[in-house]
């Protein structure tokens, strides 16, 4: 699903084409003030045309007003149609996203089968293999294996099972093998992704509160262009210069922030859209805002920071065993282990379980009170465990357990490894190390995220000095071992309680009440239902990384925002230059000395403005849409560099655009 | 190099000099902590308390300062009436000059309660010696009002997560007793040994070169200058302020008097830092306002000394600059320096006619009172610049991608409505009171025919000047306005007031409503305010608030003229 949706695709463009002309209510355009004001500007502009039609001869030529309005009416246009396409995006991918869900049948448990839009929340489906799973829900009886590529791009299948944290399914996705039962957990409509939907689409967008703020900016920038701009008229009067209505407009409009105000809501929806991009479907626009604030980041050991479990990477035989022989024990005790652990042994050893001929083997499975697993057979007794068990086992049976063991022991733990010692008929053999492996990349990812302001910690079951030596290889800034749900969640109280915003990712029902509290909570669309409702983002590819993602989306939100402010407020200077001399010049002759950009006449100097004004908005759709780059190179330098590019580029643009429109303009005047 | 110019660089030089230590010291009086004048003036800090009976140790929330600070200036504001308009027959009247007519009382005492010192009258006629003292008094209070906020905010922006800031009486006590009193006694005492008058004695008898004799009105006027320097207040003593020989005798003086303008604005600025802890924040705030302040002031001294390009074009050398309104005894360049202080600084007096200055160095003046925080009158001017930089942090906050926070606290939409709203005002005011002047003007040119004194664009500047002064709390006077009509009247004492008190609440509340929202730590993703990258940011959002908003009014008024003026 992640084939890029192009932003010059034809249907797209044609649906934000109408779109720009049904946004023109006045009742839609008030949501955002500094276009509102262009579009009365606009109307008043239709007003004086029509006032030259029937015969005033005050405000100069027909064809000169007729194109003031034109302009304008352009500018409203060209705002109109970024919202528009930004929308019209987003949906897209949304679109595509629920394709695959739109009518599959279901088959219920009398046998009876109805489409998947028929299905209520609590209705209970089966699948078999080959079918595709009608709609969201629970399995409450099953296991199956899915191939959810339709959903997040992944082609290798997933295990997912009744009771757990795997046990939710997503519709439109691929049962592979065996049979659930499934309930649904959703009404049909009320899916994250229609809420989604629901939002891009602006039903139900609500200004993010940063989103508010800004428009409060604006607006303010606004009012005080209107007081400058209608104060002028005395004041021209005074000094007995003529000013016409479309000049006084134009000034107007070019003066307020019409750059920012007509990309702002187009900012925002990209911003959801590009975490939708990521894969991640997010439930409010606020959310998308916050991530860009986190200082911390709780990231699960398992999956983020390590590959999946723990490896055996070496063997060391005790004092007097063969390699060869203490290998071959540990095949055999092994060979009915299904943990990761237990499987990861047996590609270390690179021996076929099948070549070892034994009678009778009786399989001892790994309970809590023993700690160990093993093999029972013929006279011998292979037990492989934690140390201490092994320990105890030894000990227990009169034979001590050789120092030289417990040293490997030690050194094995301390290097964030897990020893398991291998014990036959109660002597000990030898040890297997156990190591973590940490995902390639990960540590630059880190020193980024570090760069960036924020605090990693990662949460693992394994003890604190296992825990330590991981943390400190993978570069994390601090880590909760031996971690229960309680702690995640006390941790996250903590760090809240001094101020700062805390993201985390969790899939189990247990993580919910972390999730909700969080300030950003990502579950994962494989978790458990409860853990979707608690957060504010749901991941559709699982990826426990996919956080690092959500925080830069978030940022390069915020500073899409502040630069293009910038950069419109910026451009005033140069449109300054071009209208007052161009307003003034016919009164004051002297004030030729302002037209610094020698633009030819006062109407081709107000046209160029107006028309650079107008024009930089569709220019900017593109920006808007993907975002400005975001670089963790401090905040300081951050600034610098945007100030240099958004702001001296926001005062240097206009002149030369203004000029260069000039310079085209005078050949038609 | 040229004395005129060595003397003002000393001048510079000097006050920055002062301006830090004293900083720390005023930091210091308002954190209560202690110095070695506690011996001096806790008692008498203690008796004002026990008088009034203030509870030292009550801590105050936002709100109750602005209700002490709004109930302490309504009651002083209604005593200072009740005087002016009965100085006919209460003591101190040697002179026997008569009582005010109601309308000048409420005009004067408007004037005076904001600190502009806007004054429609001479202090040597028409007022009695308790009514200069009454005056004298107010330059103290509206000062003493302007820190004690000041320092008010300072504790808000420091404070985490709390309500209370302090106590205002106390605050407000300590700045008169152990700033703004000692300072001015210094200064006063200076100006007595330069020849100025302190007596209560009526005016005395003199006999001219001329063989005549003539009355030469005295009083204290020493001590009344030392305040209406010190506290940014800038009513004279005397109608022609400090052009006046008895206000402001010779060069010395006018060094002291010129460095009396601006050493409190530039102190209290490191007073917040010592407040804060931050002396980083304080130089970039200080660094900031001296770029904008030199970027007034240096093309101000160059135009005044290069002298009027009118008299050039006439052929006549001007070696001395322009000297039209000027004293011969401070020269071009002292008063022009002297102008962009009080202009900058909400001061208001003059020491120099600023209807006959250059049209941009005119220009210069009105910018000054335009953007009103380049250092800023006593306290306020603080107020003003912290609302520039809320504006700043807004913006650049969301460019390294981040909800906006300035000093660990989130800048939400409430706090951008306060700050857009006091950012609006000062142009609102300006250029609406002048716009409603250019009508009149043109609705009833035979009513409003005494108004100005020159047509066309200097005659704009006039009235630009006036509104500007008037919402800027400056009081100084591009004179030649013809301004004791009601509308001039009116007008500015609505605007005056307005323009004092809501730029003031407004921060105020900000300062307040962040104090007690939660402090986020810093991160390395956080915005740094006291970087030279952020003052660029600050400056750049002043350029652009003041900038913007008054750049068509000063085409039409000084550039205009300049450019006429040159091209002829």
């Known amino acids: 699903m992640n084939d890029k949706i192009s932003l010059f695709q034809k249907d797209l463009l044609r649906e934000a084409f109408w779109q720009s002309f049904y946004k023109l209510q006045p009742a839609k355009m008030v949501r955002n003030p500094v276009m509102f004001t262009v579009e009365i500007g606009t109307l008043v502009m239709l007003g004086v045309c029509l006032w030259i039609l029937t015969g005033n001869q005050s405000q100069g030529s027909l064809g000169y007003n007729f194109f003031i309005f034109i302009i304008l009416f352009l500018t409203l246009l060209f705002a109109n149609f970024a919202e528009a396409i930004a929308e019209a995006r987003g949906k897209a991918q949304a679109n595509s996203l629920r394709k695959t869900r739109a009518t599959t049948p279901a088959r219920l448990q009398n046998g009876e089968i109805i489409p998947s839009s028929q299905l209520k929340k609590g209705d209970i489906f089966i699948c078999q293999a080959g079918d595709i799973i ?5 399995i409450i009886e099953g296991l199956a294996s899915i191939d959810e590529s339709a959903i997040t791009g992944e082609s290798a299948p997933v295990i997912r099972e009744a009771g757990g944290d795997k046990s939710s399914v997503t519709g439109g996705t691929k049962v592979l093998s065996d049979k659930i039962i499934v309930q649904v957990t959703i009404e049909p409509g009320e899916s994250f992704l229609d809420k989604m939907i629901a939002l891009v689409e602006g039903s139900s967008r609500q200004k993010t509160p940063n989103e508010i703020a800004l428009t409060i900016l604006l607006a303010g920038f606004t009012l005080v262009f209107i007081i400058v701009t209608v104060t002028l008229k005395p004041f021209a009067d005074y000094a007995q210069v003529p000013i016409s209505i479309a000049a006084f407009i134009s000034l107007f409009v070019c003066l307020i922030p019409t750059t920012i105000g007509g990309l702002l809501s187009a900012i925002g929806i990209a911003g959801m859209d590009r975490a939708l991009r990521a894969n991640v479907i997010t439930k409010s626009g606020k959310a998308v805002e916050t991530a860009g604030d986190i200082d911390v980041l709780l990231l699960d050991k398992t999956g983020t920071i390590t590959i999946g479990n723990r490896k055996a990477t070496h063997f060391y035989p005790a004092q007097g065993i063969e390699l060869q022989d203490f290998i071959r024990s540990v095949v055999l005790s092994s060979m009915a282990d299904e943990t990761p652990e237990g499987k990861s042994i047996l590609e270390l050893a690179n021996v076929n379980p099948a070549s070892l001929s034994v009678q009778n083997p009786r399989f001892i499975k790994f309970t809590a009170e023993t700690r160990s697993s093993g093999i029972d057979y013929a006279n011998r007794r292979i037990r492989k465990g934690a140390a201490d068990a092994i320990k105890t086992l030894c000990e227990k049976a009169g034979h001590s357990f050789p120092a030289e063991i417990a040293n490997k022991v030690r050194e094995i733990a301390s290097n964030g490894g897990t020893p398991l010692v291998v014990a036959e008929n109660e002597k000990v053999i030898g040890v297997i190390e156990l190591q973590d492996i940490i995902k390639p990349g990960i540590q630059e990812r880190f020193e980024r995220l570090r760069r960036m302001g924020i605090k990693t910690v990662m949460v693992t079951g394994d003890n604190p000095l296992t825990a330590q030596y991981i943390a400190a290889r993978a570069g994390v800034d601090d880590f909760i071992a031996e971690a229960k749900p309680e702690d995640k969640m006390q941790y996250i109280k ?62 390069q939100l915020l500073m899409t925002r502040g630069t293009l402010t910038t950069f419109s407020i910026a451009n005033d200077i140069a449109k300054y230059f071009a209208i ?7 009164g004051i002759p002297s004030l030729q000395s302002l037209n610094i950009m020698q633009l030819s006449t006062p109407e081709s100097a107000i046209l160029s403005a107006v028309i650079f004004n107008a024009i930089i908005i569709p220019l900017l759709i593109p920006l808007a849409l993907k975002g400005v780059t975001y670089q963790p190179i401090g905040a300081s330098a951050l600034l610098r560099r945007n100030l240099l590019i958004y702001g001296l580029g926001g005062v240097l643009v206009p002149f030369i655009g203004i000029k260069m429109i000039d310079v085209l303009v005078s050949f038609f005047i | 190099m040229n004395t005129e110019i060595l003397g003002l660089m000393l001048m510079y030089g000097l006050v920055v000099a002062l301006a830090i230590p004293l900083g720390h010291y005023l930091g210091k009086v308002f954190n209560q902590e202690k110095t070695q004048l506690d011996v001096l003036f806790n008692p008498l800090d203690n008796l004002f308390y026990k008088l009034s009976g203030i509870d030292p140790a009550k ?47 409420f005009n004067t005492s408007v004037s005076f309660v904001t600190n502009t010192n806007l004054q429609h009258y001479s202090g040597e006629g028409a007022l009695s010696y308790l009514g200069q003292l009454v005056l004298m008094l107010w330059q103290f209070i509206s000062a003493a009002t302007g820190m004690a906020i000041c320092a008010v905010v300072f504790r808000a922006m420091k404070a985490q997560s709390t309500e209370t800031l302090g106590n205002y009486y106390v605050l407000l006590v300590r700045s008169g007793t152990r700033v703004l009193f000692p300072i001015s006694l210094l200064i006063a005492t200076i100006l007595v040994l330069n020849g100025t008058p302190i007596t209560l004695e009526g005016k005395d008898t003199m006999l001219t070169l001329q063989g005549d004799t003539v009355q030469v009105s005295r009083g204290p006027v020493a001590a009344f200058v030392a305040i209406k320097q010190l506290g940014t207040n800038g009513g004279g003593f005397y109608g022609p302020n400090s052009t006046h020989p008895f206000e402001n005798p010779n060069y010395l003086t006018n060094i002291t008097e010129t460095m009396a303008i601006f050493l409190l604005p530039i102190a209290m600025v490191f007073a917040m830092g010592h407040v804060l802890r931050r002396r980083k924040l304080a130089w970039m705030v200080f660094g900031v306002m001296t770029v904008g302040f030199l970027l007034l002031c240096l093309p101000a001294v160059v135009f005044e000394m290069q002298g009027n390009p009118a008299i050039t074009q006439m052929g006549l050398a001007q070696p001395l600059g322009s000297y039209e309104g000027k004293e011969i005894r401070f020269g071009a360049a002292a008063s022009a320096y002297w102008a962009v202080n009080t202009t900058c600084t909400s001061n208001g007096s003059v020491n120099a006619m600023h209807d006959s200055m250059t049209p941009l160095t005119g220009m210069f003046l009105m910018l000054g009172m335009m953007i009103n925080c380049l250092y800023g009158g006593v306290g306020v001017g603080f107020l003003n610049f912290y609302i520039f930089i809320i504006l700043a942090v807004f913006i650049s906050g969301l460019m390294v991608g981040r909800t906006p926070a300035f000093l660990g606290k989130k800048i939400e939409a409430r706090e951008m409505k306060i700050a857009m709203i006091i950012a609006l005002l000062h142009p609102l005011f300006i250029l609406v009171g002048t716009a409603l002047a250019s009508h009149l003007l043109l609705t009833f040119p035979e009513a409003c025919a005494n108004w100005l004194s020159n047509p066309g664009y200097h005659g704009f500047s006039q009235m630009l000047y006036e509104f500007c002064s008037s919402s800027a709390n400056n009081g100084s006077g591009f004179e030649g306005l013809g301004d004791n009509t009601p509308f001039w009247n009116i007008g500015c004492g609505l605007v005056m007031l307005l323009a004092r008190y809501l730029p003031i609440i407004g921060p105020v509340a900000i300062a307040g409503i962040l104090a007690r929202k939660k402090y986020i730590p810093e ?7 006291d970087t030279s990258t952020f003052g660029l940011m600050v400056f750049a959002v002043i350029l652009i608030v003041a900038g913007m908003a008054f750049f068509p009014v000063l085409t039409l008024g000084p550039v205009a003229e300049y450019f006429s003026i040159i091209q002829k």
Do not use: C, Y
């Open chain 1, 580 to 586: 007052l001399p161009a307003l003034f010049m016919v």
């Open chain 1, 134 to 138: 009608p709609s969201d829900g629970e």
């Open chain 2, 59 to 105: 801590e105050m929330n936002w709100k109750q300062h602005l209700t002490a600070l709004l109930t302490i200036n309504i009651v002083w504001f209604v005593i200072s009436i009740f005087i002016l308009m009965n100085m006919a027959w209460l003591p101190f009247n040697p002179d026997g000059n008569p009582s005010m007519s109601a309308d000048l009382a």
């Open chain 2, 523 to 529: 991160s390395a993703g956080t915005l740094q305010t």
């Open chain 1, 494 to 555: 903590k760090e809240q309680a001094e101020g700062r915003l805390v993201a985390m990712m969790g899939d189990g029902t247990n993580d919910a009440p972390a999730l909700a509290q969080a300030d950003v909570g990502v579950a994962m669309n494989s978790g458990t239902q409860a853990a979707k409702e608690a957060g504010n983002m749901v991941d559709l590819d699982n990826d426990p990384t996919k956080l690092i993602e959500v925080v830069e989306i978030g940022k």
